[in-house]
Every structure is written in C-alpha cells, then in structure tokens.
C-alpha cells in the first residue's frame, strides 16, 4: 500500500480500513459458522486491527518527531533572539550614552 503524506488521504484510509474490519465483526457474529472458523476468521480480524495500531503508531511516531524538530528550531530561535536582545542593548546603551565609550 502506498502511503500519502495527505493527512486527510490517510485520515481517509484508515477510516476505510475500520469499516472494513467492521464490516468482517459484523458479518462473523450473524453468520453460522464453526468455532474453529469463527476463530480464525477472529484471528485476521486481529491482524488487521494490528495493522491498523502499526499504521497509527508510525504516524505517532512522525508526529513526535516533527515536533521534537520544531522544539530544537524554536531554541534555536529564542537564543538567536536572546543574542538580537544583547546587541539591541549594547547599541541603545551607545545611542542614551550609558554605555562605556563616550
């Protein structure tokens, strides 16, 4: 399966992939078939509902790491600002003459 980088393509997807397992729940409780069969066909429901908490966990996962990117950006920003501050100061400091050379 390919996967979009669409948040709403993949929104799309995975709501699909519930029905579809819901569809295969609902289609196993009325249908007349053996416990064994019952369980197995269980069994693949389980898979796919696997797939579906791997598919969520990896766009978790890209999430976290998109935010723990933009954290490190926005440290990065405030010391670059804490140094525009300083210098900001030392030449209002010149302009007001409070500062050391006059």
């Not at 519930?18 to 064994?36: A, F, G, H, K, T």
């Not at 908490?53 to 976290?64: H, K, P």
Request: glycine share 6%; net charge negative; with cysteine.
């Amino acid at each position: 399966m390919t996967q979009s980088n669409d948040p709403n393509e993949q929104n799309r997807n995975l709501d699909r992939q519930l029905r579809s397992l819901n569809r295969r729940v609902d289609r196993l409780e009325y249908s007349q078939i053996s416990p064994q069969e019952f369980s197995e066909s269980f069994d693949r429901v389980y898979e796919g509902i696997d797939g579906l908490e791997d598919l969520m966990n990896a766009r978790f996962d890209r999430v976290n790491e998109r935010f723990d990117r933009l954290e490190g950006e926005v440290r990065q920003l405030k010391g670059k600002f804490d140094e525009l501050n300083c210098k900001f100061d030392i030449v209002m400091q010149y302009i007001t003459g409070q500062g050391g050379a006059q």
